[in-house]
């Protein structure tokens, strides 16, 4: 019995527990919430690709280097792999919908990018990785040019 139990209960108790991290976690970061109210347009090509990139959402729910980050021309696409949630899908966010407060965490500068007027969703990043989306949005990154740094342009 506890070779049958090792054979095939286990990776079904870890699939199982991998869908309902991942998912709680979706929940948690107002994922969901944000995937329905913005849904993604795959036919926008991106002007800028970041993979691999760092960030937080919602409740305390950090994504360490597993977003997906596009600037295209509408707004910004925010997406993860499937394997770290199944469930969630990419979304984009109209560039007339995000808000963008830059302040210093610790010793990183960040920036936060809210989403909607009723602040539906928030994504913190750190400042360098907004500066890129902002270079390559041009003149519809929602924030004043000085504040963006002349580095990346």
């Not at 527990?17 to 913005?38: A, C, D, I, K, P």
């Not at 469930?87 to 109209?94: A, I």
């Not at 007027?117 to 000085?146: C, F, H, M, N, Y």
């Amino acid at each position: 019995m506890d070779a049958v139990f090792a054979i095939i209960g286990f990776p079904v108790f870890f699939v199982v527990m991998w869908l309902g991290v991942t998912s709680l976690l979706g929940w948690l970061s107002g994922w969901f919430s944000l995937m329905e109210r913005y849904p993604d347009k795959p036919d926008q090509q991106p002007m800028l690709q970041l993979t691999w990139q760092t960030g937080a959402m919602g409740i305390g729910v950090n994504y360490k280097n597993i977003l997906k980050l596009a600037a295209c021309p509408t707004g910004l696409r925010v997406g993860v792999p499937k394997f770290f949630g199944l469930f969630t899908r990419d979304f984009l966010v109209p560039w007339r919908d995000i808000h963008v407060k830059r302040s210093r965490f610790l010793w990183t500068d960040i920036a936060e990018l809210t989403f909607g007027t009723r602040s539906d969703g928030r994504l913190t990043v750190a400042a360098s990785v907004a500066d890129r989306i902002a270079a390559a949005a041009g003149k519809q990154w929602p924030e004043a040019a000085s504040s963006v740094r002349a580095r990346w342009t």
